[in-house]
């Protein structure tokens, strides 16, 4: 870092201070509009204006004084009721800020003002201060009328808060300053530094109302000038007369900050001592050129002082501090490079360490072992600590949108309200420049797109005004971003023409694509949704570059719309921090690290165990698990690494399932074996690995070693685990059945072809007896009228089906009055099964086993009152 | 006069080069670490110093067949479109100066390398050096 002159570090704070106070006047401004009596924010405004003229004129930029002045000016009228806030003032006073923000980015460019004035700005503010009637009110510059009159009132409680812990911030530099100075009394630095921190505390104390404490400061900021200047010399009056300054100015502090009101003390004496002082400026001059010797002309001056010394010693301090500066709050900036290059070494430092403990592992040393396990620890804590450095709350991006929204919607003839919920959620500080302008567009979009205009909402039958809804919070180690509006929502036919007039489908695929993948095409590149291309959101360059730029960082997004009602768009995205604890996994001799966040539970199954807990639904295998059925995936199959091992081979003595979620829902991962849970540092794949959905990346373990991190959402996808929305396979209806009467299920008992047959009764749609004469046959179909369409009938004889003729054994051949036929849920073809009897509806913990011989359409035999019946898969029956 | 430096290496006795300006370094016999599901010329990652890069086997990349028990185990380490790459070679050649207004169109007759990925070839002493381009190269497929 290149050494910075103490002029150049003020400036430098004063930047980096007004920046943060023009951002939250912009929020406050927004708020105030909408509340034009909130008092409080008013004030708070008005406090961040004083403060940005204070340092202006503190520094020297008159120009940039004298806007400020003009916009405190109007506040205060504001403040002390004489005017209203119309929308004419918050523009100029918006204005005021904007025009504000750019000196400030002049002054961080150049050091200094700009060349020009603000003529109009300051003519407009100071015409709108014309109140009716009253005469326009001339707020002196430095006299007191911009402060509170009497003491601070109780709404004023923020102000004396940070009056006082800032009070107690300017007392300390002084103190320091002074030790400086006894030392070396040509310490322009400390001298500069006294002088800030008297202006400082009298600035304070003249906001705040505080009279005497007000002129006591400003006779000692103009010795300090005096001083600064050199028209002074720091002499041991001098020295004494502000040191006792300060320790009033302590004492004051400490008062207020106890009681609330300042002490009962006029320092008319100590006022006087510096005022003479002051005003002997002429002589000491005068006498330096004389006699030569700073200490001794001032000393000459003065001559009841008996010290002979040049350099005036440091007075104890008779500073009566009763109050603990506990209302300081302790921050300090950090540079965020410097913030980057620790996690760096942490990174390195975590590796270093995971290295170490594998040799121990290995070692019997002990002592080794508990040096080690010190290490280990503090690492951690090390870790943590710097993780959490990192953190940003979301609110940091999201205050800016206020401001934002205001103008859009004022730009665009929209009213539109704003809740925000979660704005404390964390983020590492990269995943939030990442986000920053997805969002940002995702909520331009939403007004200039989503909300309709006030008129259309009438019409609608919604409230004129739209509300945008941010949300944010944790979940499962993802962070969640809910962007909502009320608006009109999307047009999912009107995307999908779009989109085909664009070429980026075909007529064909407009056809056929559901509703869902329709609304997704917005994410198409090239896609826009406006007819003509506003300004505002962009053109078609838009969606799709969120959608990447949210991809870039592991996220997705989501997008909902309900036509008329609003669209609801969600960002996931994981909360990787570069170093993230793991289980690592071993299969066909390699390891694999699974993000311990994705992790429910361990399950090892051992000897009959692992015949009995894995069993096959629906050509899937499954476990039960705490009262429901999981579907199983095998890591070597996901993989696709050749050799033995999948479940229809005899079974190996022992099982190790990992049990992972995803999307809300719990599978198992079979695996070889599992190792240990270790901290690992997340490294990224190159290019042409990074588009293995089953991986989100690799880890060098503590021998060199590669592992690769299992991406658990992307292997549950190509697993088939977690099945698309809308389509719902029996899978779920069991675990949901499960979830609810732990065990049991219901399966329809019918007699068919000799056999006992049980079907699941989520896959029966209704039971029907027709009576023979409503049956016709024709050639080989056998069909009977149903609800309104033609359903052709089969004869149920096990895993299949038959001709239901009058030929071939069959309740039809056998010509009974009546025929009972099972009709199975579907979403295809209609077909009704013939059984021959209908036996009944049951619910228990029916258990299935493997069949022996695996016929297609049988998924398994159970025990149902004693007997043997074979559990049939409808819809293997169905496509068969 | 445009003389360049190229770092040479051999697969299936063939002789290649590339600009040495890309080549970070060349190692031997790094430990592999292979990806399952990777693209047919990944080999696998390797850890060097901590940085995980991929590996691609030149000789599938280029084409040629397999069969060829001379394994590809020497690293070119080289920097291409702001990533590290590791290019798995048979063998490593010496560091050759060309001037690239020597460079020679590729001969029509040449067989199993795919063409896109040379930039020119150049007639040595005993054979002939094909030029590679490193950002072809490691485009992904």
Known sequence: MSPTSPAEELVREFLVESYENLDNMDQDFVALERNPDDRETLARIFRYIHTIKGSCGFLGFEKLQGLTHAAENLLSLLREGKKRLTTELTNALLETADTVRETLETIEQTGREAEHDYPALIETLNRLQATDGNGAEEAAATAGSAGMDGPPGKEQGDFVKEFVGKGFEFVSNMDQAFISLQDRPEDSSALTSLLEATQGVQSEAKFLGLADLEKLTNMGAAVLTLVNGGQLHWTEDVADALQDMADRMGEAVATIGSTGEAPADDYLELIDALNRIRTTVAEDVKLAEVAGSPGGAALEARPEDPTSGTAPKLRASNRKDGFQSNLTESHIRVDVKLLDKLMNQVGELVLSRNQHLQYLSKSQDSELAAMSQHLNLVTSELQESIMAARLQPIGTVWNKYPRMIRDLALELGKSVSLKVDGADTELDRTIIEAIKDPMTHLVRNAIDHGIESPDQRKQAGKAEEGTLQLRAFHQGGQVNIEISDDGRGIDVQRVARQARERDLITPDQEESMTDREKLNLIFAPGFSMADEITNISGRGVGMDVVKSHIERINGVVDINSKPGAGTQIKVNIPLTLAIIPALIVTCAGQRYAIPQASLVAVIRLQGEEVRSGIEILHNVPVHRWRGGLIPLAYLRQELEIEGHGVAEDHAPEAVSIVVLQAEERSFGLVVDAIDDSVEIVVKPLGRHLRGIPVFAGATIMGDGRVAMIIDVLGLAQSANVVSELGKRGFMEQEVEAMQDVSDKWMVLLVQSAGKRLAIPASEVERIETFSRSAIEISGEQVLVQYRGSVMPLKYLTGGATVNASPTLESPIKDNRSHIDVVVPKTDSQLLGLIVDEIIDVLEDEFQVANPVDPTPGVIGTTVIRGRVAELVDINQILLS | ?141
């Open chain 2, 1 to 141: 006069m445009d003389p360049r430096q190229f770092c040479t290496f051999y697969i299936d006795q063939q002789f290649f080069g590339i600009e040495a300006v890309v080549v970070q370094e060349v190692i031997m016999h790094q430990q592999l670490n292979p990806v399952p599901l990777a693209p047919n010329e990944v080999l696998g990652v390797i850890n060097l110093r901590g940085q995980i890069i991929t590996a691609i086997d030149l000789r599938k990349r280029l084409g040629f067949e397999a069969g060829n028990a001379v394994a590809t185990s020497v690293s070119v380490v080289a920097q291409v479109q702001e990533e590290l790459v590791s290019f798995m070679v048979e063998r490593i050649g010496e560091i050759v100066e060309i001037d690239l207004n020597d460079l020679e169109e590729i001969p029509g007759t040449l067989q199993g390398v795919a063409r896109e990925l040379l930039i020119g070839a150049y007639k040595m002493p005993e054979q002939l050096l094909l030029i590679l381009n490193p950002q072809k190269l490691a485009n992904a497929p």
